[in-house]
């Protein structure tokens, strides 16, 4: 079992819509969660970043964490065309040694059609 | 966030011939990491590198075939050596931030 598990898509969408993005972990030990944007032939930028449980809101996205299911999720309000690119999530922990390693899903690639 | 330079940002090689990447970050940084995204894939991590110290690799990598140089706390390097097709990936570098993890453009690499 990976360590942590995403839809590899593709989803498409029409432009407006809502997207809901989701990653599921099995390493309880996880404890920042981050989403990635990387567009064809680019490096990842970093969108949200979270620590433990909760919200957090920047713009039109919104990232969510439930560690008591293990389950992360990136929501876009009012996608744009602009959106299209593959989602990656990913999880790491400070606990257990200093690499914190930075453990990835697979990435969700996502289309807005316009 | 750390901005990070790396380069080259794509080359084509012989096989059995090596590649050197470099990464420069505009700050001072304890780790920085070097990861593989193999065609349709996700990152994967191949070393840790830290100023001062032999790299950290994880299974599946080693020293010989990736070596890593760390010669202060704003530059590294990574050698591709002894290309075969397989190496064929994007290969990128990262360092860790107070917002998170930051990655450089990366390095997309053909071996023919």
């Known amino acids: 079992q990976k360590e942590v598990e995403q839809d590899p898509g593709p989803l498409s969408v029409p432009e407006g819509a809502i997207v809901s993005l989701n990653c599921t972990y099995s390493?309880?030990?996880?404890?920042?969660f981050m989403w990635y944007r990387q567009y064809s032939r680019k490096g990842p930028e970093l969108l949200m970043y979270?620590?433990?449980?909760g919200n957090k809101e920047d713009g039109r996205f919104t990232a969510q964490v439930d560690k008591s299911s293990k389950y992360i999720s990136l929501f876009i309000r009012d996608s744009q065309p602009s959106d299209s690119a593959t989602y990656l999530c990913?999880?790491?922990?400070?606990?257990?040694?200093?690499?914190?390693?930075?453990?990835f899903g697979t990435g969700t690639l996502l289309a807005v059609q316009p | 966030s750390a901005v990070i330079s790396q380069k080259p940002s794509r080359d084509i090689c012989q096989r059995g011939t090596s590649l050197t990447i470099q990464c420069q970050v505009d700050?001072?940084?304890?780790?920085m990491f070097w990861y593989r995204q193999q065609p349709g894939q996700s990152l994967t991590l191949i070393a840790t590198?830290?100023?001062?110290?032999?790299?950290?690799?994880e299974s599946g990598f080693v020293i010989d075939k990736f070596p890593i140089s760390r010669p202060n706390l704003t530059f590294s390097t990574l050698t591709v050596s002894n290309m075969s097709p397989e190496d064929s990936s994007i290969y990128l570098c990262?360092?860790?931030?107070?917002?998170?993890?930051?990655f450089g453009s990366g390095t997309r690499l053909t071996v023919v």
């Open positions: 700050s001072q940084v304890t780790m």
């Open positions: 390493n309880s030990a996880f404890q920042y």
């Open positions: 990913a999880a790491y922990t400070s606990y257990g040694g200093a690499t914190n390693k930075l453990i």
């Open positions: 590198a830290n100023q001062g110290s032999e790299a950290t690799y």
């Open positions: 990262s360092v860790a931030g107070p917002a998170g993890y930051t």
């Open positions: 979270t620590y433990s449980s």
